[in-house]
């Protein structure tokens, strides 16, 4: 059949080719959306097999601990609570494995995985240590092997699909820009922020694996500190009995020597068991405190002839003032206060004390050189030491530390300061007013 001629050829011609046109857009435009949802499937793919290799790295982690703490456990170097909590962690952990579907080629090695995760964790929580590590060597291992090697393949793969599949997206913008403009762009945000989301979530887990992985070192850190500076006063007193029981207990003038010396070791460990003790309440969160008015005369009189005895006089010169405190946290500070000038301190050290304002202040004082200035930040933060010098018997790091805490707890402070060559800390508190005991307490815990 003949075309019309003229202006209906014309409008024929018209609508053809814009029938063209518009079916040739609307094929276009359905390919290149598939290839973009395409994409999408394969990033969020992607962020799957991303969070199944942190999650896998994460329970791998956890399980270790879990058999670490275990065999601390066995050595008496930690706790049945801690052992617990480090177990419930992992099984946490590889609950969250389990969940984990990323096909019928990994659903077997997922499989195995978990179920020697469980004999691990069943053979910590039996104490059966020997069969646990035997887990951890054959079927543990074995089996996080396959998983790590095929998780690593696939996320390579993925990786080489999605650069392929943005390669020819960008071919389909140049064709078809107008398109894209109208559909791809709501697509790729839905997209983006599913992704966004996942990696969240994987920034979430890396960050707290990076920070379980600090906290063992520095508990690991610790231990072999604390075990060194717990040794060195138990190794004098079980060196100076001996020598006792050698004969000089006979010689008054030697035998007293010697009792003197171990009853100043003696105390140095009390007080660093103490400050354990004290440490592991504050972070649990329950330290108590009994308030009651309290002579700083009389705390102080338990305190400072036992570190006399040591060598050299306190000069003590404090007004005789009441105030709320616990008495036996009071001592506590105070011995630390006093330990600490004592052995990073100068020669002199005093004991100055009254009426500032509304509160008293105590201070103890000594003639050293103070405190270096890359560590005034961190002095009262747990473990700090002047990393120049060695430890010395008696510093475990938490002294400052734990007199700030009592302080505080009990309503006051602990402030350091120095001045006109000498260095001095302050422990302030709060001063026993003159109402019924009970209302002052109320209102000093109540601030």
């Given at each position: 059949m003949a075309l019309p001629t003229g202006p209906v050829r014309q409008t024929v011609v018209a609508t053809i080719v814009l029938g063209v046109a518009l079916v040739g857009s609307a094929s276009y435009f359905y390919a290149t959306s598939n290839d973009g949802l395409r994409l999408a499937g394969q990033a969020s793919l992607l962020s799957?097999?991303?969070?199944?290799?942190?999650?896998?790295?994460?329970?791998?982690?956890?399980?270790?601990?879990?058999?670490?703490?275990?065999?601390?456990?066995?050595?008496?170097?930690?706790?049945?609570?801690?052992?617990?909590?480090?177990?419930?962690?992992?099984?946490d952990s590889l609950e969250t494995v389990t969940a984990i579907d990323l096909g019928d080629g990994l659903r077997a090695a997922f499989s195995e995985y978990t179920a020697a995760g469980r004999l691990l964790l069943e053979a910590i929580e039996s104490g059966d240590l020997a069969r646990a590590r035997e887990v951890v060597e054959s079927d543990l291992s074995d089996s996080y092997g396959v998983i790590a090697a095929s998780l690593a393949s696939a996320r390579n793969q993925l990786l080489g699909d999605i650069a392929a599949a943005r390669s020819a997206n960008d071919m389909a913008a140049t064709i078809s820009g107008f398109v894209l403009v109208l559909v791809v762009p709501g697509a790729m945000i839905i997209s983006y922020r599913s992704i966004a989301r996942r990696q969240l979530r994987r920034a979430e887990l890396e960050n707290k694996l990076s920070a379980e992985r600090e906290l063992s070192r520095s508990k690991d850190e610790f231990i072999a500190n604390i075990s060194h500076e717990l040794r060195t006063p138990?190794?004098?007193?079980?060196?100076?009995?001996?020598?006792?029981?050698?004969?000089?207990i006979y010689e008054p003038e030697v035998a007293r020597e010697l009792l003197d010396l171990v009853i100043t070791e003696s105390l140095e460990l009390e007080r660093m068991v103490d400050d354990l003790l004290t440490a592991a309440r504050a972070s649990d969160g329950v330290l108590s405190y009994k308030l009651d008015v309290v002579d700083l005369r009389a705390q102080l009189a338990e305190v400072v002839p036992a570190f006399e005895r040591q060598g050299g006089s306190i000069p003590i010169a404090i007004e005789a003032i009441p105030v709320i405190a616990d008495p036996l946290r009071l001592r506590q500070v105070l011995r630390n206060l006093i330990a600490n000038a004592r052995k990073h301190g100068g020669e002199e050290i005093l004991v100055l004390g009254g009426r500032v304002g509304d509160r008293y202040e105590l201070r103890v004082v000594d003639d050293g050189e103070g405190v270096?200035?890359?560590?005034?930040?961190?002095?009262?933060?747990?473990?700090?030491?002047?990393?120049?010098?060695?430890?010395?018997?008696?510093?475990?790091?938490?002294?400052?530390?734990?007199?700030?805490?009592?302080?505080?707890?009990?309503?006051?402070?602990?402030?350091?300061?120095?001045?006109?060559?000498?260095?001095?800390?302050i422990l302030s508190l709060n001063l026993a007013p003159e109402m019924p005991f009970e209302l002052a307490i109320r209102e000093v815990m109540s601030v």
């Amino acid at each position: 059949m003949a075309l019309p001629t003229g202006p209906v050829r014309q409008t024929v011609v018209a609508t053809i080719v814009l029938g063209v046109a518009l079916v040739g857009s609307a094929s276009y435009f359905y390919a290149t959306s598939n290839d973009g949802l395409r994409l999408a499937g394969q990033a969020s793919l992607l962020s799957e097999v991303d969070l199944a290799i942190t999650a896998t790295e994460t329970t791998e982690h956890q399980m270790a601990r879990a058999l670490l703490l275990a065999t601390e456990l066995e050595a008496g170097i930690t706790t049945e609570e801690t052992l617990r909590l480090a177990r419930e962690a992992a099984s946490d952990s590889l609950e969250t494995v389990t969940a984990i579907d990323l096909g019928d080629g990994l659903r077997a090695a997922f499989s195995e995985y978990t179920a020697a995760g469980r004999l691990l964790l069943e053979a910590i929580e039996s104490g059966d240590l020997a069969r646990a590590r035997e887990v951890v060597e054959s079927d543990l291992s074995d089996s996080y092997g396959v998983i790590a090697a095929s998780l690593a393949s696939a996320r390579n793969q993925l990786l080489g699909d999605i650069a392929a599949a943005r390669s020819a997206n960008d071919m389909a913008a140049t064709i078809s820009g107008f398109v894209l403009v109208l559909v791809v762009p709501g697509a790729m945000i839905i997209s983006y922020r599913s992704i966004a989301r996942r990696q969240l979530r994987r920034a979430e887990l890396e960050n707290k694996l990076s920070a379980e992985r600090e906290l063992s070192r520095s508990k690991d850190e610790f231990i072999a500190n604390i075990s060194h500076e717990l040794r060195t006063p138990l190794t004098s007193i079980y060196g100076f009995a001996r020598v006792l029981e050698d004969g000089s207990i006979y010689e008054p003038e030697v035998a007293r020597e010697l009792l003197d010396l171990v009853i100043t070791e003696s105390l140095e460990l009390e007080r660093m068991v103490d400050d354990l003790l004290t440490a592991a309440r504050a972070s649990d969160g329950v330290l108590s405190y009994k308030l009651d008015v309290v002579d700083l005369r009389a705390q102080l009189a338990e305190v400072v002839p036992a570190f006399e005895r040591q060598g050299g006089s306190i000069p003590i010169a404090i007004e005789a003032i009441p105030v709320i405190a616990d008495p036996l946290r009071l001592r506590q500070v105070l011995r630390n206060l006093i330990a600490n000038a004592r052995k990073h301190g100068g020669e002199e050290i005093l004991v100055l004390g009254g009426r500032v304002g509304d509160r008293y202040e105590l201070r103890v004082v000594d003639d050293g050189e103070g405190v270096p200035g890359d560590l005034f930040e961190a002095l009262f933060e747990r473990f700090v030491h002047v990393a120049a010098r060695p430890l010395v018997a008696g510093s475990v790091g938490l002294g400052l530390h734990i007199a700030r805490t009592l302080a505080r707890g009990m309503g006051g402070d602990l402030e350091y300061r120095r001045d006109r060559g000498r260095t001095h800390f302050i422990l302030s508190l709060n001063l026993a007013p003159e109402m019924p005991f009970e209302l002052a307490i109320r209102e000093v815990m109540s601030v």
